[in-house]
């Protein structure tokens, strides 16, 4: 492991926790209602409680900020790494084909991005959960999974009715999901698969820690479901 490939670590951290610091909901709430997104409904800084306190448009905006900035921190990271030769060719991930570990520097990033979402330096640390960034992360670092665990939590959510349990059950089964994914499929070494599911675990762990109001509320029977339109 080369100095180069630690000084291109932290600033990997660094430049993901600040990207995820924007947070698209406060933003777009207050430029477009002059409201701090924090202060009504459930409080909590995403795009369930944006779309339920001032509707579809807005949660749109939200939705694709939310995603963009998980896509760019990654982006930047691996960029950085490339361009900069920080050693990534020392870091073999898999062993056939043979692939750098831009995969391992696009979780780092992902991480440290949903802990900029859920702790924004510039909003007084007080966020949202980060369950949107944490699917745009998986959108550029493994499409696969994506594929497989967005479905999952869609059709939990609309089973249950409630977007909360959607989200509680696929952080539970990322990790799982990432390790069968890397190891069995794409070829991934069982250090490199490992490596990087102890980085899904503590995202998962986090994403969960982070409803721990809705399971509250959905103990107590007053969490907020779905509400499908009849025809």
Sequence with gaps: MTDNFIYGIIATII???LLGSINSSIVVCRVFKGTDIR????????LTNTIRCFGKGLGLLTLIGDLAKGVVAVLISKALFAYFDMGLDGLKIVENPPENGTVFVGYIAGFFAI???ILP???????????????????VVDIRTFAIIIPFFLIVSFATRYVSIGSITAAVFYPILTFAVQYYWRDFTFTAAMLD??????????LIYMHRG??????????NKIKLKKA
């Design 15 to 17: 430049i993901s926790y």
């Design 39 to 46: 202060t009504v409904g459930s409080k909590n800084a995403g």
């Design 115 to 117: 802990i900029g979402h």
């Design 121 to 139: 330096v510039y909003y007084g640390f007080k966020g949202g959960k980060g369950v949107l960034t944490a699917s745009s992360i998986l959108l």
């Design 197 to 206: 599911t102890i980085l899904v675990v503590f995202t998962s762990a986090l």
């Design 214 to 223: 809705n399971i509250k509320r959905l103990k107590q029977g007053t969490e």
